[in-house]
């Protein structure tokens, strides 16, 4: 099982980027697959995830300005974020968790990783 993440780059605040997050090796439908965050010196923090049939669930920090969502066809996981903040900047990484629900915040739960990819956010 693979998850590749990629799409980041550098953005200014207020601009808009789309990660992406392909997975192979499986089927994901009984899967949730989740976006996870990791600024410098700070822990890695859920930021979204998403039964791959059906809910969502967001940090507190990133709703109304982050979507997630799935294309089922190219088995890829999307995050759309607008209005983008400083605080925004990290390494995002890409999870699938077996069996759990989209509202599953804690990173042990997760079962596969893909590599990160770094977003940042200039003022």
């Known amino acids: 099982v693979q998850l590749q993440a990629f799409g980041g780059g550098l953005v200014q605040v207020g601009g808009s980027l789309r990660l992406s997050c392909a997975a192979s090796g499986r089927t994901f439908a009984s899967y949730s697959m989740a976006w996870f965050r990791q600024a410098p010196g700070k822990e890695r923090e859920f930021v979204s995830g998403?039964?791959?049939?059906?809910?969502?669930n967001y940090a507190d920090s990133v709703k109304g300005r982050f979507t997630i969502s799935i294309n089922n066809a190219k088995n890829t996981v999307y995050l759309q974020m607008n209005s983008l903040k400083p605080e925004d900047t990290a390494v995002y990484y890409c999870?699938?968790?077996?069996?759990?629900?989209?509202?599953?915040?804690?990173?042990?739960?997760?079962?596969?990783w893909g590599q990160g990819t770094l977003v940042t956010v200039s003022s």
């Open positions: 999870a699938a968790g077996k069996g759990i629900a989209s509202t599953v915040t804690y990173q042990s739960a997760y079962d596969y």
């Open positions: 998403r039964r791959w049939t059906s809910t969502t």
